[in-house]
């Protein structure tokens, strides 16, 4: 089982950039996947997340801090989940990490977490 997170990358301030989560190994479309984030001295922090359910439309969640700049997708015949950030800010910079999990929701504690993939560094510079 396997999560790999690509997409990375340095942008300026008010740039976009799209994260991309790629499953391997099973089938996620029972779990909710999630994107979390962590700075350089900092605790792992939650940023959106998308739920498993898929025939009624899936629920999201995001932080206050990213409402309305990041949209979380998930292509379930791919078994892939995407974070769309737009007008990022230099507090974005971080190391992005996918994860999934089916203990809550939504799911916010990165201690609830039954995956992990590696992350890909976000760097947006002034």
């Known amino acids: 089982v396997q999560l790999q997170a690509s997409g990375g990358g340095s942008v300026q301030a008010g740039g976009s950039l799209r994260l991309s989560c790629a499953a391997s190994g099973r089938t996620f479309s029972n779990y909710a996947m999630i994107w979390f984030r962590q700075a350089p001295g900092k605790e792992r922090e939650f940023v959106a997340a998308?739920?498993?359910?898929?025939?009624?439309?899936?629920?999201?969640y995001y932080q206050n801090s990213v409402k309305g700049r990041f949209s979380i997708s998930r292509d379930y015949a791919r078994n892939t989940v995407h974070l769309q950030m737009s007008s990022l800010k230099p507090e974005d910079t971080a190391v992005y990490y996918c994860?999934?999990?089916?203990?809550?929701?939504?799911?916010?504690?990165?201690?609830?977490?039954?995956?992990w993939g590696k992350g890909t560094l976000v760097t947006v510079s002034s």
């Open positions: 994860a999934a999990g089916r203990s809550s929701w939504p799911p916010v504690n990165p201690n609830g977490m039954d995956y």
């Open positions: 998308i739920s498993w359910v898929q025939w009624s439309g899936p629920s999201t």
